[in-house]
């Protein structure tokens, strides 16, 4: 017998091909954007079509390609290297059961789907499945747990040993991301100071969604707070930013670009860039992120920091709170 983790992702396409990203899109609008947007099934194909369009048009004018299925499988690699030296697996001295523990990757939204990877373990085996986002929500760790209660309810094999990885504390998130943000700007020989400005962007949300739904807001806005109290010492300036969608509603504010120019209007010329919102990078942390910052004439240094990627304080907080799911009762 083994222990499991599978780190389950959206799954963003890594390049700027038309067919991968109009599967990414139908699957998106179907599995996801349906729970929010009453969408008549029979347009849904030209919204795919017409999303999937857009992004490869758009990558392909800035030259961009996704590196979070890479940084996915090295965030693989870190969490086994985390859990090996817990010293509770095979060969250990009596610290714990003395069962394996193994990493896996699945995509909420591209093969290999959570269902495959599932599918594919040892019946009877425990899985603890770890959805890579920073906030709870219902468009994160509850898609997860409405799957794995889909089939116990099929009665499928191994879905009573199944998990899924609460989302992590925000104190514990704030304190690796304060810490991270010290250090990426020490690499890059900046120091921080009154003429610099912080700029913490996450994805926002409808403020108002058509049905009442825990959309990550509080948890997320949580992250962004413990952030903020360990690094005010350290910058003039600690400003919140979105990165929003424009249709639905009302969103999250401030929005992004709102937040940079306000912050060129108070005098900082200087805006270290954190997308701690993401817990890898991809499409809305780099390249939503590098087009808003050009767009801003007025600042004259900025730092566009990584998100935590595959660093071994997440990787060591994702083994800590996999195998403390497991041993739950």
């Known amino acids: 017998m083994t222990r499991h983790v599978v780190l389950l992702t959206y799954g963003e396409p890594p390049a700027a091909a038309f067919r991968e990203q109009l599967s990414y899109s139908w699957r998106i609008l179907w599995g996801l954007t349906r729970r929010v947007a009453?969408?008549?099934?029979?347009?849904?194909?030209?919204?795919?079509?017409?999303?999937?369009?857009?992004?490869?048009?758009?990558?392909?004018?800035?030259?961009?390609?996704?590196?979070?299925?890479?940084?996915?499988?090295?965030?693989?690699?870190?969490?086994?290297?985390?859990?090996?030296?817990?010293?509770?697996?095979?060969?250990?001295?009596?610290?714990?059961?003395?069962?394996?523990w193994r990493v896996h990757v699945a995509y909420e939204f591209r093969r290999p789907l959570l269902a495959d990877v599932l599918a594919a373990l040892p019946p009877g085996d425990p899985v603890a499945i770890a959805p890579m986002y920073v906030a709870e929500s219902e468009f994160t760790h509850e898609i997860a747990r409405g799957q794995i209660e889909a089939r116990r309810a099929r009665g499928e094999p191994g879905a009573d040993t199944a998990c899924v990885v609460p989302g992590l504390d925000a104190e514990m998130l704030g304190e690796l991301s304060a810490a991270h943000v010290l250090t990426e700007m020490a690499l890059r020989r900046a120091t921080p100071g009154p003429d610099w400005a912080l700029l913490l962007a996450a994805h926002g949300t409808l403020l108002a969604p058509p049905r009442p739904m825990n959309t990550g807001l509080d948890a997320t806005t949580a992250v962004a707070d413990a952030i903020a109290r360990r690094l005010a010492p350290h910058f003039g300036r600690i400003?919140?930013?979105?990165?929003?969608?424009?249709?639905?509603?009302?969103?999250?504010?401030?929005?992004?670009?709102?937040?940079?120019?306000?912050?060129?209007?108070?005098?900082?010329?200087?805006?270290?860039?954190?997308?701690?919102?993401?817990?890898?990078?991809?499409?809305?942390?780099?390249?939503?992120g590098r087009m808003l910052l050009a767009a801003e004439p007025g600042l004259v240094e900025v730092l566009h920091l990584p998100c935590l990627n595959d660093s071994t304080g997440l990787a060591s907080a994702l083994g800590h709170a996999a195998a403390r799911a497991l041993s739950a009762p």
């Open 38 to 100: 009453p969408i008549p099934p029979v347009v849904i194909p030209l919204i795919a079509v017409s999303r999937a369009r857009m992004r490869v048009a758009l990558w392909r004018k800035h030259e961009y390609a996704s590196p979070i299925e890479a940084i996915t499988h090295a965030q693989a690699r870190a969490l086994e290297r985390a859990l090996d030296a817990r010293g509770d697996g095979a060969g250990s001295n009596g610290n714990g059961n003395g069962l394996p």
């Open 239 to 288: 400003e919140r930013g979105w990165l929003n969608h424009t249709v639905g509603g009302e969103w999250t504010k401030p929005a992004a670009d709102v937040a940079v120019r306000d912050l060129v209007a108070a005098g900082y010329r200087r805006l270290v860039y954190f997308p701690y919102g993401f817990l890898a990078d991809n499409a809305e942390s780099q390249l939503e």
